[in-house]
């Protein structure tokens, strides 16, 4: 037998674990710990950020929008109609010599075989059907002038929110015939509302101080709208009519 050759036991412990060491595979990727950083080089994921929010639209001045609740096209703020109010011209009462509503073209055709009746029909109305001639056969409206639900279409007339004879009388009478064409046939501006046939025959061609909507809510929108009609025609006013819509302008809200 040769001859055997003894190691203490600390140092073959040393010698063993040395190898084992030596020869053992690192750790799997998702094996280590979730919290360990990303190896050198390995591009670093950093938490998405929050959205920038994006600017608030500018708002828009106060006299640049309508208030709520207008039921016209065109209408403007109280403060607007204020002003336009005072740089109206002051005049006495017109004459009705020459007068003929026959001077102002209407109903015009608007196209589709619709004129402006059945236009204003269909825009101030819910759920409003019509043939295929345009004419309005069912539908739901609110007179302003009164307040009155209505679901026929003929109890219902489309008002001249400032009347043919009205604006002869402040100005008209020296127009040509293809503005007052414009004038009573007007899409744009709060000149043409449906109303009641009895409210609009009650209103006749009188001008605010002689008549005013029964129904005082709809005072502030009725001042503003015959106001910004008449200075947009350059019409004038006269002094008692100028004092009522005063007096409609101040039942506004702001």
Known sequence: ????IRVPGAVLVALLLAAATGCSDPAAPDGGDPKASAPAGSPSIAA??????PDA?????GDAKPAGGDVLPGMVTTAVARTQLAALQVAPVGTMAGY???KFTHWAQQGNKCDTREVVLKRDGTGVT?????????GNWKSLYDGVAVTDAGKMDIDHMVPLAEGWRSGA???DSARRKAFANDLTHPQLLAVTAASNRSKGDQSPDLWQPPDKASWCQYGRAWTTVKSTYGLTVTEPEKKMLTTMLDTCAS
């Open 173 to 175: 009478a020296g127009w």
């Open 57 to 61: 639209p500018d708002s828009p001045g």
């Open 1 to 4: 037998m040769g001859r055997q």
């Open 100 to 102: 003929s509503r026959d």
């Open 130 to 138: 019509q043939d295929a001639e345009c004419k309005a056969v069912s």
């Open 48 to 53: 998405p950020k929050s959205p920038k929010s």
